[in-house]
């Protein structure tokens, strides 16, 4: 089938898709429209009005082509597809960016490409500068860093910088984040359009930045070079090098340029200089470079001459918006320093509020809290003005039973002096009772020996008595004369014999009394004990009760003195019983040293006839006592121990 029978079955419009950098348009287009017309329409789409630094690209067998704007754009080599797709690029590049480039939306299209072209790694650009970009471009998306908003995590490294420098340090995201940050954090205050301003003016300076290459050769069927079509002229690069150029041809020292199907011919205005002469591998490459190379030229020249009135007016608007932006921007950076200061304020006054808030809770929790202190504090007055009578009967009670403790001290001391004196007194009484014991021991001693020596006195008197009697009857019978006298002497044996009779009578009466004496001493001797136990027990009380006194070795040393008098007074002589009466009562009392007499009259006496026993006690100091025992027979017989 011909092409003029597929033209006549064409629909009178057809599809077109246009593809920027961030948008995407259709287009239904008349059969009949060239490639200005639809390259208009997407200007008018999408406001731009600096038309000459773009174009529509395609692709066709893996070549990328740019759209012809003097011919239809069905008659084109351009892909079958419905709908056909064209990429709106910037073709041509300007020298100075800030000088040419007018309006904000060539601005941003040129910084949308710019950037992929640097991630696509198509722009070299070192390390330290894609950081710098990065931080630009953030700027110009997320617009002034607010650690509140920008949380870590929120910048994405792989849309910031190119692979290359990624792989080159083995940094983490992290990392890359916050070197990216730091430097985003210092462009505060900066509007977007400044930011790719800034982004745009930094890669201008690139050795790569706006070169289109192109392979060639200086011999057919060969490739020895790269040739490169900038904003600034021709440039001649070797095969591994893209950044310094071998030969350059500025635009204002070219004279001519000429091709011939594969060849082409670049002629410099000087005329000894050498002829440039190159082949291309395809003559619609040759076609390609000469429409680049006719752009930028035009350009170049248009650059160097008076603005049309078109372009004035568009420059004075350009500089009318940028003033109006520039305005408008420092009004938002006031309208937002001081909404951020109103902010604080709030935030202060938010603080202040929940501070005085949090004081009046507090106030209102520590007069509640006072309150039910005073309630508690009155209840307390109440239960202590309670408490204080109840003291106070309490402390009037406590001082009567001071008084009656002082008294019963008293008391008590007095008692206890008492019983120290009587402790002394027993004490003294025992140990004159020890030595008089003693010495009462010893005369004792002596009795016995004074009694035997007169019993045996007697049994001698006796038996001289009785020789006497064998010897005088016969001497009374021979004589025969003086009966008188012969009567008293028979009368005389008869009487000497009841004297000796009445004499063991005595005896005998006084070893019973003796021994009656020695029981009775017995027995009062058992009193004795029992009295010492008990007051043994007195002194027991009285150490309880006065135990931190100090009387207690004391009282045990006369504890022991009495238990060893009372051991000695067990073997006093009987004559000692008359003391033990006197003692025991004298104990009860203060002691005072007066005579003590004990008179056995337990037997009928006669004055001539009965013999009598008499035991006198005289106190005769406080050093001793001295006891007089007088034995009497007759009144002419007394002996005295």
């Not at 982004?199 to 706006?210: C, H, P, R, T």
């Not at 002469?277 to 076609?287: D, G, I, T």
């Not at 008391?411 to 010495?439: C, G, N, P, Q, W």
Request: hydrophobic share 35%; charged share 35%.
């Amino acid at each position: 089938m011909s092409i003029t029978g597929l033209k006549r079955k064409q629909p009178k419009t057809f599809k077109v898709k246009v593809i920027t950098m961030e948008i995407e348009m259709e287009f239904s287009c008349e059969m009949k429209w060239k490639g200005k017309d639809l390259f208009d329409q997407a200007c008018r789409a999408l406001g731009l009005r600096e038309s000459w630094f773009f174009g529509l690209q395609y692709s066709i067998k893996g070549m990328n082509t740019w759209l012809k704007m003097d011919k239809k754009v069905l008659d084109q080599e351009i892909p079958k597809e419905d709908p056909i797709r064209f990429c709106f690029l910037a073709k041509f590049y300007p020298e100075k960016v800030e000088e040419e480039l007018l309006q904000e939306i060539t601005q941003h299209l040129f910084f949308l490409q710019v950037k992929k072209q640097i991630l696509d790694e198509e722009i070299y650009c070192s390390p330290e500068a894609t950081i710098l970009l990065a931080s630009y471009a953030v700027q110009a998306k997320y617009g002034d860093y607010d650690p509140n908003l920008h949380k870590p995590g929120f910048l994405v490294p792989e849309e910031l910088l190119p692979k290359r420098v990624l792989r080159q340090y083995q940094m983490t995201p992290d990392m890359w984040e916050e070197r990216i940050t730091a430097w985003y954090a210092g462009h505060r205050g900066i509007a977007r359009y400044e930011a790719e301003m800034n982004y745009l003016k930094i890669a201008q300076d690139l050795e790569m930045y706006g070169v289109n290459y192109f392979p060639i050769a200086q011999k057919k069927n060969c490739t020895d070079f790269l040739l490169g079509v900038d904003a600034k002229g021709i440039h001649v690069y070797s095969i591994n090098n893209r950044f310094s150029p071998n030969k350059s041809f500025e635009w204002s020292s070219i004279r001519n340029i000429s091709y011939s199907e594969k060849e082409l011919t670049i002629k410099p205005i000087d005329k000894k200089a050498e002829v440039f002469k190159f082949f291309s591998s395809q003559p619609k490459v040759n076609k390609q470079i000469m429409q680049l190379f006719i752009g930028n030229h035009d350009l170049f020249m248009r650059r160097r001459r008076v603005d049309p009135i078109e372009i004035q007016q568009m420059k004075a608007q350009a500089r009318e918006e940028k003033a109006r932006k520039k305005m408008e921007h420092q009004r938002l950076a006031r309208e937002k320093q001081l909404r951020e200061e109103a902010e604080r304020a709030k935030e202060e006054l938010e603080r202040r509020l929940f501070e005085v808030e949090d004081k009046a809770r507090q106030a209102n929790e520590a007069l509640r809290r006072s309150e039910a202190a005073a309630e508690l504090l009155a209840e307390k007055a109440q239960i202590a003005e309670e408490e204080a009578k109840l003291l106070a009967q309490n402390a009037a009670e406590a001082e009567q039973e001071r008084h009656r403790l002082e008294m019963a001290a008293l008391k008590t001391k007095e008692e206890k002096l008492l019983m120290e004196h009587k402790m002394r007194e027993a004490e003294l009484i025992a140990m004159k009772l020890v030595k008089e014991s003693d010495r009462r021991a010893k005369e004792a001693e002596h009795l016995k020996q004074d009694l035997q020596e007169a019993r045996n006195a007697e049994e001698k008197a006796r038996q001289k008595l009785q020789d006497v009697g064998k010897l005088n009857p016969p001497s009374n019978a021979a004589k025969g004369t003086q009966p008188s006298s012969a009567d008293a002497r028979d009368a005389c044996p008869d009487k000497v014999s009841i004297k000796l009779d009445l004499r063991d009578i005595d005896l005998k009466r006084l070893s019973l009394e003796i021994e009656r004496e020695r029981l009775d001493y017995l027995d009062k001797s058992r009193k004795f004990e029992d009295r010492l136990k008990e007051l043994k027990s007195e002194i027991h009380a009285l150490k309880v009760e006065e135990r931190h006194a100090g009387f207690l070795s004391h009282w045990s040393e006369v504890l022991g003195s009495l238990g060893r008098s009372s051991g000695k007074m067990c073997k006093t002589p009987l004559w000692m019983n008359p003391f033990e009466v006197d003692l025991l009562d004298s104990l009860q009392q203060p002691f005072v040293p007066c005579p003590l007499q004990v008179t056995n009259s337990s037997l009928p006496r006669t004055p001539a006839e009965k013999p009598s026993f008499e035991i006198d006690a005289l106190a005769a100091s406080n050093v001793g006592i001295r006891k007089h025992i007088k034995v009497q027979q007759h009144k002419t017989d007394v002996i005295y121990i």
